[in-house]
């Protein structure tokens, strides 16, 4: 069952990723780095398929699309935020990284959390209560399970061109 990483408000897409990786193409080395400078023990606490939780405003700052590469390729499930910062939370559609925004939520450090990404409910175990998160519109969720923007673009090319 996924781990919920939880952190506070304004987390900035330089707390995500710190600037000075962002010039790789590579991008486990980006993975490598998510979270360093927030949260120094990230990696050794983190498992593939974990969820990250924030408060407001999560991907702040710059509108640069490292930011929800390198969690998508750390293997982070789903971000979870009261809201998110409008640019990232496109950018994180567009490269099919999970997102909902829960107004308020009480989900803690280490709680077991199932989600519901097409119907948007997520389950805290943990604390046995469910939020209702604000639902996605399908085309979002048909881009997330596509893998991102691209493929979704390339998988309905036929469509969209007509």
């Given amino acids: ?44 606490k983190f498992k593939v398929g974990d969820i990250i939780v924030a408060g407001d405003n999560f991907g702040c700052g710059s509108s640069r699309e490292q930011a929800p590469i390198a969690l998508k390729t750390a293997g982070v499930a789903v971000v979870i935020a009261h809201y998110f910062a409008r640019i990232f ?25 199932h989600i519901d990404l097409s119907n948007g409910i997520v389950t805290n175990i943990t604390q046995n209560i469910s939020y209702n998160a604000t639902k996605l519109p399908k085309v979002m969720l048909d881009i997330m399970e596509e893998g ?8 309905h090319k036929d469509y969209i061109l007509a």
Avoid at 89 to 110: C, D, K, M, S, Y
């Fill in 148 to 155: 991102g923007l691209v493929n979704y673009l390339k998988k």
């Fill in 89 to 113: 939370f496109r950018n994180a559609i567009n490269i099919g990284l999970p997102v909902l925004e829960i107004p308020n939520h009480t989900i803690q450090n280490g709680d077991q959390l």
């Fill in 1 to 44: 069952m996924p781990l919920a990483h939880v952190y506070g408000h304004n987390i900035d897409t330089d707390r995500i990723i710190p600037g000075k990786y962002t010039k790789t193409l590579d991008l486990t080395s980006l993975a490598a780095h998510v979270m360093e400078d927030l949260d120094p023990g990230f990696h050794q």
